[in-house]
């Protein structure tokens, strides 16, 4: 499903190269360029995803630009990539996973929906909604305790080197020291078994699977909103220079693609953000944080949780990390969206049609 005009009744076309499906795509190539790229933009935005953290198990609010000298004085640039390798790790058979439930769900929702008569702007949103939503699923499988490890890791050794105040110590981190990822999975294991790795699987479920079926929703209405505007103003265009004599059409060029599919992804992800935020904080201090009762520690709950961020700083505390939290999902987004659709090029088997 392409967008072959940007109105229906638009004179002037914008011509957009078609939509490449999963059958079109060499698979060895798919998967094997996407685990180079994907791993560089997780490796460009990692630092973000540090800061988000600390900032959610903090149990008071700490601006990201205070928090980031701390790290850097205290850690120097190390600091910002702690649990780095573990999470790389896991990066590149998620995404593998993440990938293949897009496309197949994608392919197969939007021809159904097609021939159950929806329209193709309709078709399209349900198509990428669907699309999110198992793909988010099929990741998590992967990626839930691989982000345990990976966050207590990022959080070990916070209270020492963040900010030296008793008011901004994190209430009982886990007590054990993780020498490196493969440490932490052990020790994990030992103390609490496979459910250790899987603590907040559940929450995990509940705030990216949505999430990504708002941004993948968000981004196709926004996408097409774009380039309607675009449409109508090159519709203008050509009847000012052909006195109103209609526009053979409009082929934008790559720069102008990767620009509209920059902003489209901003703007979805800035809807999913304020969304699922409160989930995500809710999700981290669940993997990331322990309780007591009766002096043997134990994991949260979620009434727990929501229980004490709601004590340390009401609803509030909920969106704390929300301006790295949406920065590092607008700019994830924007340079997923936009190495993606490179790859599915790069990865066509047929990649002189495409141009043609």
Known sequence: MSLSAAEDNSASEIHLPADIDWHMLDKSKFFFFGAALFSGVSAALYPIVVLKTRQQVLPTQISSLKLSLSIMNHEGVRGFYRGFGTSLMGTIPARALYMTALEITKSSVGTATVRLGCSDTTATAIANAAAGLSSAMAAQLVWTPIDVVSQRLMVQDCNASSIKSSKNMIPCSSPCRYMNGIDGFRKILNADGPRGLYRGFGISILTYAPSNAVWWASYSVAHRLVWGCIGCYANKKDENAVNGGGG??????????????????????????????????????????????????????????????????????????LGPRWVSMAMSATTMITTYEFLKRLSAKNRESLTS
Do not use: W
Request: charged share 20%; net charge positive; hydrophobic share 40%.
């Open 248 to 321: 053979c059409g409009y082929a934008p060029i790559s720069k102008e693609m990767v620009a509209v599919q920059g902003v489209c992804a901003a703007m979805a992800s800035g809807v999913s953000a304020m969304i699922t935020m409160p989930l995500d904080t809710i999700k981290t201090r669940l993997q990331v944080l322990d309780g007591e009762e009766n002096g043997r520690t134990r994991p949260l709950t979620v009434m727990q949780t929501v229980k004490n961020l709601v004590k340390e700083g009401g609803f509030a505390a909920c969106y704390r990390g």
